[in-house]
């Protein structure tokens, strides 16, 4: 059990990877399957709804903290991409 436990964190980044690339390459036919389920069955949208919106109630201050920081490293890189500018017109 140990070994597969050691395996499964060994390849975790690779596996993060692969999952991330594979949706970027399909994401326009994830959304359309997933806008097509849920005309045919509106219980799904409505589950999927009700869902997000509890799942945002229950980890706001997770999400919120996440997005300050991604939003706070844009900016230094902005920053640091203008700072550059600015030297190089000198």
Known sequence: MEAEL????????????YQRTYYERNKERIRQRKMLDEIDDPKKFEHRKSYNQSY????????????AGAYA???RVKAGKNGDDA???S
Not at 6 to 17: C, G, M, T
Not at 56 to 63: L, R
């Open 6 to 17: 050691d395996y499964y964190s060994r390849n975790k980044q690779a596996r993060k990877d």
């Open 87 to 89: 030297e190089t017109q």
């Open 56 to 67: 945002y109630q229950k980890n706001k201050e997770e999400i919120l903290k996440k997005r």
């Open 73 to 75: 490293a844009k900016k």
